[in-house]
Nanobody
C-alpha cells in the first residue's frame, strides 16, 4: 500500500519560512511523473498550490496566491518532493498535502499543519 507522508509544518510568524517535505512508502515517489502540493484551510475546499514533474522538462506551476513566495522542487536521489515557503502570511494557514497531479484520492495522506500567526 502506497502512503505519502508530509512533514515540516509548524507554527511560524508572518514573514517567516518553512520547508515541507513529501516522501512515499510502498513505492518510489519518482514513479509519479508529476507531483503536487495542495492545501486545505478550515472551512474551505482543498486547493492546488504547486506542481512539478520529475525532470526539468516542464516548468513548475504555481497558484497565483503563492507565486514569488513558494518554490516546489524534487530531489530524485532522495525520492523527496519539497515545498519551500517564504514570506508566509496568515492566509497561508492550512493543512498541506502532497499527491500526484492530477491528485489520486487513494494517495491523500494526513498532511502537515502550517500555522502562520504572531
Amino acid at each position: 500500500q502506497v502512503q505519502l507522508v508530509e512533514s515540516g509544518g509548524g507554527l511560524v510568524q508572518p514573514g517567516g519560512s518553512l520547508r515541507l517535505s513529501c516522501q512515499a512508502s510502498g513505492r518510489d515517489i519518482n514513479d509519479f511523473w508529476r507531483m503536487g502540493w495542495y492545501r486545505q484551510a478550515p472551512g474551505k475546499q482543498r486547493e492546488e498550490v504547486a506542481r512539478v514533474t520529475t525532470t526539468a522538462v516542464d516548468t513548475p506551476t504555481y497558484a497565483d496566491f503563492v507565486k514569488g513566495r513558494f518554490t516546489i522542487s524534487r530531489d530524485v536521489a532522495k525520492a523527496t518532493v519539497y515545498l519551500q515557503m517564504n514570506t508566509l502570511e496568515p492566509e497561508d494557514t492550512a493543512v498541506y498535502f502532497c499527491n500526484k497531479y492530477p491528485p489520486d484520492g487513494a494517495y491523500w495522506g494526513y498532511g502537515t499543519q502550517v500555522t502562520v500567526s504572531s
